[in-house]
């Protein structure tokens, strides 16, 4: 398993996958705004999303998993 946590402080914008998906190594999964500005965090690996540990429009803080991947 790997978590997928936040680089920096920030808010929720959007979750791209689900509970289920399969996903490839680089692909996009939640997107953060930090600073005025929208980043991307993606998968570590190729693997299955197993649990969303956010919601959108939650704040989240530096390290704070986001993603379970199995």
Same mark, same amino acid.
């Given at each position: 398993?790997? $978590?997928? +946590?936040?680089?920096?402080?920030?808010? @929720?914008?959007? @979750? &791209?996958?689900?509970?289920?998906?399969?996903?490839? !190594? $680089?692909? !996009?999964? +939640? &997107?953060?705004?930090?600073?005025?500005?929208?980043?991307? @965090?993606?998968?570590?690996?190729?693997?299955? /999303?197993? !649990? @969303?540990? /956010?919601?959108?429009? $939650?704040?989240?803080?530096?390290?704070? +998993?986001?993603? /379970?991947?199995?």
């Amino acid at each position: 398993m790997a $978590d997928v +946590v936040a680089p920096m402080p920030g808010t @929720i914008k959007e @979750i &791209i996958v689900k509970v289920g998906d399969a996903v490839k !190594e $680089d692909e !996009e999964l +939640v &997107i953060l705004e930090a600073m005025k500005m929208e980043n991307p @965090i993606v998968a570590p690996s190729n693997g299955t /999303v197993k !649990e @969303i540990k /956010v919601k959108e429009g $939650d704040k989240v803080n530096t390290s704070q +998993v986001l993603v /379970v991947l199995g």
